[in-house]
Nanobody, 120 residues
């Protein structure tokens, strides 16, 4: 089993910044990609940003040029730097890893989520 723990969420004013961090552990054979997703009340979970094992990145259009995803393989962490936040960014943010686990099966694992609220 792979476990993920997110941190860094909170309340921030519009235009402010937050940095989310995700630490993951468990028996992982290899990592294909990591990412951040978010879900606002009454809405579907949506992709925010992903980063592959080759360090290529992908961002949702709504966050492009404002958010930056990064990884540290040595520390088993993936971070999301969020700048110029708007109320539309308010959501629960979930960390995701897409890995080949100890059974050699490809699977997605999710953290419990961290609340980000952007409000004045």
């Amino acid at each position: 089993q792979v476990q993920l723990v997110e941190s860094g969420g909170g309340l921030v004013q519009p235009g402010g910044s937050l940095r989310l961090s995700c630490a993951f552990s468990g028996r992982i054979f290899s990592i294909n990609s990591m990412g951040w997703y978010r879900q606002a009340p009454g809405k579907q979970r949506e992709l925010v940003a992903t980063i592959t094992s080759g360090s290529s990145t992908n961002y949702a259009d709504s966050v492009k040029d404002r958010f930056t995803i990064s990884r540290d393989s040595a520390k088993n962490t993936v971070d999301l730097q969020m700048n110029s936040l708007t109320p539309e960014d308010t959501a629960v943010y979930y960390c995701n890893v897409y890995v080949r686990d100890a059974t050699y099966s490809l699977a997605n694992y999710w953290g419990q989520g961290t609340q980000v609220t952007v409000s004045s």
